[in-house]
């Protein structure tokens, strides 16, 4: 199983940007799709962003354009560029494999957008 450690978060003001990490565990073959999640309190966690096996990329309706989901094999790193970040977007984010079983759910970082 695949572990992933999410870094890059802290607190923005309304209109920042931030660049979020998820370094997996070992090689990211095998582990696609895979998604950035959140969750914010009182709130089930959801979806933010997807990326597949050759690249497709899927989000959120209320993040498109805002955020985008990125991959760097070499590294075994996933990255969720956000920018123009809204209060509602405050939450722990995390990522994880879409595959079941495949990934564990790390601690996430948390995302405060505060002014």
């Known amino acids: 199983q695949v572990q992933f450690v999410e870094s890059g978060g802290g607190l923005v003001q309304p209109g920042g940007s931030l660049r979020l990490s998820c370094a997996a565990s070992?090689?990211?073959?095998?582990?696609?799709?895979m998604g950035w999640y959140r969750q914010a309190p009182g709130k089930q966690r959801e979806m933010v962003a997807r990326i597949r096996t050759l690249g497709r990329t899927n989000y959120l309706e209320s993040v498109k354009g805002r955020f985008t989901i990125s991959r760097d094999n070499a590294k075994n790193t996933v990255y969720l560029q956000m920018s123009s970040l809204k209060p509602e977007d405050t939450a722990v984010y995390y990522c994880?494999?879409?595959?079941?079983?495949?990934?564990?759910w790390g601690q996430g970082t948390q995302v405060t957008v505060s002014s």
């Open positions: 994880n494999s879409e595959i079941p079983g495949r990934g564990s």
């Open positions: 070992g090689s990211l073959d095998g582990i696609f799709p």
